[in-house]
């Protein structure tokens, strides 16, 4: 007896195939159906995204630990409670972060930083934290580099001149690394007053102190001043001089300046009338032959005033500044602790000075120490040593230098204030 229909509902027979489905085997068809699609649901949402090959090894390993479930296995209701099961637990799991993505870009996946840290919800993984740290030192160190201080440049001086003939500028760098060289030649010994027995360093310091007042009653030029000095020093470095012929010597040797600086030359009487007619027009020529004689006929020597012009180009020197240097140096060459210092040392130590006590700070540039070449740790010596003087220079026996600069055609820079808080400022330091 074959059996019927209605006690095996699930088949179905040739008759429901050609003439459609009954009611209720439609409804169980339609049972099914939902039934996978929530089980497909359940797949989506569970399965864990690949994370790019290129992640760190503790999360490799802990993968390894618990290797992923093949996307392609079939879903079963044994399947889906297992994934059921192993979510939780690696929820729980810090070093493992799963990360959903699109199933379009299973090679690789983007990560955003700001998002997981305004969130709050996950660790960012150690990559990602190593990237950061990278990029923070990279514009710490931006910034550090923003913050140095720019070096300053070394002005080219001579560039104004460069259309003046008389300015030399092609050679003028040549001139003075020469200058610098030979001036060592013309310098004398510091200690030579010690040949001299009749003579001695005050002496010498109020002859010049007196010179000093002749050269401008003459109104003769700076350059004849200096080489005066030159020559008085460098014959008593090599010939004995007595007392009372020491005022001719400096009679004689402004005049063998005056031949070679001047163009008007002062005559042999207007020297013997300044001396009080001390000496004789014989005796005066014949000191002429003799200190020439002595020096080789040199008077070819780079002095003070020679550096002093060129140094005060580099300073980008005024009015005011250019009268206290010449002040200042002026007061050096009465000195005789002085001669220890070359005049190259000396013009630099001076505009150092006269900076220092105009601005109350310290201005020596890169400029000035590339033209110059010196520095201020070499300068401060000689630059203390002026200040000492400028303290004095109005007290004493010998203001000659004092009277000249107090007068309005030199500026009266003797009336300026000496640089007393740099010595203070030594002495607190020391």
Same mark, same amino acid.
């Given at each position: 007896?074959?059996?019927?229909?209605?006690?095996?509902?699930?088949?179905?027979?040739?008759?429901?195939?050609?003439?459609?489905?009954?009611?209720?085997?439609?409804?169980?068809?339609?049972?099914?159906?939902?039934?996978?699609?929530?089980?497909?649901?359940?797949?989506?949402?569970?399965?864990?995204?690949?994370?790019?090959?290129?992640?760190?090894?503790?999360?490799?390993?802990?993968?390894?630990?618990?290797?992923?479930?093949?996307?392609?296995?079939?879903?079963?209701?044994?399947?889906?409670?297992?994934?059921?099961?192993?979510?939780?637990?690696?929820?729980?799991?810090?070093?493992?972060?799963?990360?959903?993505?699109?199933?379009?870009?299973?090679?690789?996946?983007?990560?955003?930083?700001?998002?997981?840290?305004?969130?709050?919800?996950?660790?960012?993984?150690?990559?990602?934290?190593?990237? $950061?740290? #990278?990029? *923070?030192?990279?514009?710490?160190?931006?910034? &550090?580099?923003?913050?140095?201080?720019?070096?300053? +440049? !070394? =002005?080219?001086?001579?560039?104004?001149?460069?259309?003046?003939?008389?300015?030399?500028?092609?050679?003028?760098?040549?001139?003075?690394?020469?200058?610098?060289?030979?001036?060592?030649?013309?310098?004398?010994?510091?200690?030579?007053?010690?040949?001299?027995?009749?003579?001695?360093?005050?002496?010498?310091?109020?002859?010049?102190?007196?010179?000093?007042?002749?050269?401008?009653?003459? $109104?003769? #030029?700076? *350059?004849?001043?200096?080489?005066?000095?030159? &020559?008085?020093?460098?014959?008593?470095?090599?010939? +004995? !001089? =007595?007392?009372?012929?020491?005022?001719?010597?400096?009679?004689?040797?402004?005049?063998?300046?005056?031949?070679?600086?001047?163009?008007?030359?002062?005559?042999?009487?207007?020297?013997?009338?300044?001396?009080?007619?001390?000496?004789?027009?014989?005796?005066?020529?014949?000191?002429?032959?003799?200190?020439?004689?002595?020096?080789?006929?040199?008077?070819?020597?780079?002095?003070?005033?020679?550096? #002093?012009?060129?140094?005060?180009?580099?300073?980008?020197?005024?009015?005011?500044?250019?009268?206290?240097?010449?002040?200042?140096?002026?007061?050096?060459?009465?000195?005789?602790?002085?001669?220890?210092?070359?005049?190259?040392?000396?013009?630099?130590?001076?505009?150092?000075?006269?900076?220092?006590?105009?601005?109350?700070?310290?201005?020596?540039?890169?400029?000035?120490?590339?033209?110059?070449?010196?520095?201020?740790?070499?300068?401060?010596?000689?630059?203390?040593?002026?200040?000492?003087?400028?303290?004095?220079?109005?007290?004493?026996?010998?203001?000659?230098?004092?009277?000249?600069?107090?007068?309005?055609?030199?500026?009266?820079?003797?009336?300026?204030?000496?640089?007393?808080?740099?010595?203070?400022?030594?002495?607190?330091?020391?």
């Amino acid at each position: 007896m074959a059996g019927s229909d209605e006690n095996h509902p699930g088949v179905i027979g040739p008759a429901n195939v050609q003439g459609g489905l009954h009611a209720g085997v439609g409804k169980f068809t339609a049972a099914a159906g939902n039934s996978r699609r929530a089980l497909s649901n359940i797949n989506r949402n569970l399965i864990e995204a690949r994370v790019n090959k290129k992640g760190l090894s503790e999360k490799q390993s802990i993968c390894c630990r618990n290797p992923p479930i093949p996307v392609h296995r079939p879903i079963t209701r044994k399947f889906a409670a297992q994934l059921a099961n192993n979510q939780p637990e690696q929820e729980d799991k810090k070093s493992a972060i799963s990360i959903p993505i699109s199933s379009e870009s299973e090679d690789c996946s983007t990560i955003d930083a700001d998002h997981y840290k305004s969130t709050g919800d996950f660790s960012l993984p150690m990559f990602v934290q190593h990237t $950061e740290a #990278m990029l *923070e030192e990279i514009d710490r160190m931006d910034e &550090v580099q923003m913050e140095d201080v720019v070096e300053e +440049p !070394v =002005v080219d001086i001579d560039s104004c001149d460069k259309n003046n003939p008389l300015a030399v500028v092609e050679y003028i760098d040549d001139l003075y690394n020469f200058y610098m060289k030979a001036e060592k030649s013309s310098c004398v010994s510091p200690s030579y007053m010690e040949q001299q027995c009749d003579i001695n360093e005050r002496m010498r310091g109020i002859l010049i102190d007196w010179l000093i007042e002749v050269h401008y009653k003459f $109104e003769l #030029m700076d *350059e004849t001043l200096y080489l005066t000095v030159n &020559v008085i020093d460098r014959f008593l470095a090599v010939h +004995p !001089v =007595v007392r009372k012929k020491l005022q001719l010597v400096g009679v004689t040797a402004m005049l063998l300046a005056c031949k070679y600086e001047e163009v008007s030359v002062p005559v042999v009487e207007d020297l013997i009338l300044i001396s009080d007619k001390a000496y004789t027009r014989k005796e005066v020529l014949d000191m002429e032959k003799l200190m020439v004689t002595s020096l080789q006929f040199n008077l070819s020597v780079p002095t003070q005033y020679v550096f #002093m012009r060129r140094f005060l180009k580099a300073a980008q020197s005024d009015k005011k500044l250019e009268l206290l240097s010449f002040f200042l140096i002026e007061l050096c060459l009465v000195e005789y602790d002085m001669l220890k210092f070359t005049p190259s040392l000396l013009a630099a130590a001076a505009i150092y000075t006269a900076q220092y006590t105009l601005s109350g700070s310290r201005q020596w540039s890169k400029t000035n120490e590339w033209y110059t070449s010196y520095s201020q740790d070499q300068l401060m010596e000689c630059s203390k040593l002026m200040i000492t003087f400028h303290q004095k220079a109005g007290t004493g026996k010998l203001t000659g230098v004092h009277r000249k600069y107090s007068t309005s055609k030199f500026g009266y820079a003797a009336k300026t204030q000496p640089a007393n808080f740099l010595l203070e400022k030594e002495r607190m330091m020391n």
